[in-house]
């Protein structure tokens, strides 16, 4: 029973080696945002993901302890007619990047644990199909919002100096 403690901390790093092994180190994580609806209504959250590896990935899945389920769904009209489907994967290219935006793919947050209001940073683990993870902050923001808000009025600044948080595990 006196070993128990010391056991318990050589498992807790072995856990955060393999953890560590399978970062993201790859993917860049920007202007990553959640659109919040009232009540336990579901979110959309929304993230610009930039691959610099020499090789496809894919985003299959995420979680969160703020929420009961995570789905990447997919944002379509046509004929007039609007639909979400849920899917399994968005590819980001090597050396590119794939966007999460309103009207096209996301991440669909259901049942949240407690509210979430505007302001809110909410912790999401995006999974990739090479095993990979990348925890990445999202910024909670109102059901009007169509972006991080973080955009100049002016759009004359460059893309890096918009202030957004690099969640790139170093």
Known sequence: MKHAPVFVLLAGL???TLVHAAAADHIRAT?????VLPGA????????LENNGDRPVALTGASSKAYAQVMLHHSSTAGG???????DSLNVPA????ELAPAGYHLMLMQPATSVKPGTTVHLLLKFSDGSTLPTDFIARP???L??????DDGTA?????GHVDHRLR
């Open 14 to 16: 072995a856990l955060a």
């Open 31 to 35: 202007h990553a945002w959640i659109r």
């Open 41 to 48: 209504l579901p979110a959309g959250a929304y993230v610009t």
């Open 81 to 87: 007619v609007s639909r979400m489907t849920m899917v």
């Open 95 to 98: 050396h590119g990047k794939a």
């Open 158 to 162: 460059p893309e890096d100096s918009t």
């Open 143 to 145: 059901a009007n919002a």
């Open 147 to 152: 972006d991080d808000g973080t955009a100049p």
